[in-house]
C-alpha cells in the first residue's frame, strides 16, 4: 500500500509541538490591520493552541495518527 501524503494545506498552517499539541495562527490579521488597536494586534500575534474540537481532523490531515 502507498505511503499517505500529507496534506498540503495543513502543513503549512499547523505545526506539532514536541508534546503533540497543535498549533495554528490566530485569525484577523491578514488584512486591514491599520483601523485596528495595536492592543489587539499585539494579542492576536503569535500561535494558538488549536481547539478540542477541530485536532483530530487535523492530525489526520498531517497524518500523525494516534497508534496502529
Known sequence: M???KTH?????????????KLMHRQANLGHLNAHKSSRRLRRLKGL??????????????LGKHQGR
Not at 498540503?8 to 503533540?20: E, I, P, Q
Not at 488549536?50 to 485536532?55: G, R, S
Open 2 to 4: 502507498p505511503k499517505m
Open 8 to 20: 498540503s494545506g495543513a502543513k503549512k498552517r499547523f505545526k506539532v509541538t514536541g508534546s503533540g
Open 48 to 61: 494558538e493552541e488549536m481547539a478540542p474540537a477541530d485536532v483530530k481532523q487535523a492530525k489526520k490531515l
